[in-house]
């Protein structure tokens, strides 16, 4: 199992930007796709980002051209830089292992979900 901490979260305006780190908490995360979900007030967890063991990344059709992933497996981190921010882009982010079907990227079946990291986008 994967436990993770989330942090580099904060309140900007639109167009600013902001930097997530997601570090194992005693564990490594080289073995892992992992990807970033975020969680608006009301709404579903979902997908935003995710970076295979190899480096490639894949994202969300609604953050393509603003957000980055990346890792850096000797620091046991995952990051997600996020430019342009958008009111809508305003959820708690979290860091999770990801596994794949034909058409989705989901979170991993094992693993606990950490506390997330608040972001803000304002008008």
């Known amino acids: 199992q994967v436990q993770v901490v989330e942090s580099g979260g904060g309140s900007v305006q639109a167009g600013g930007s902001l930097r997530l780190s997601c570090v194992a908490s005693?564990?490594?995360?080289?073995?892992?796709?992992m990807g970033w979900f975020r969680q608006a007030p009301g709404k579903e967890r979902e997908f935003v980002a995710a970076?295979?063991?190899?480096?490639?990344?894949y994202y969300s059709d609604f953050v393509k051209g603003r957000f980055t992933i990346s890792r850096d497996n000797s620091k046991n981190t995952v990051y997600l830089q996020m430019n342009s921010l958008k009111p809508e882009d305003t959820a708690v982010y979290y860091c999770?292992?990801?596994?794949?079907?034909?058409?989705?990227?989901?979170?991993?079946?094992?693993?606990?979900w950490g506390q997330g990291t608040q972001v803000t986008v304002s008008s």
């Open positions: 970076v295979r063991t190899g480096g490639s990344t």
């Open positions: 005693g564990r490594t995360l080289s073995g892992y796709p």
């Open positions: 999770h292992a990801t596994r794949w079907n034909q058409l989705q990227i989901l979170a991993q079946d094992f693993g606990s």
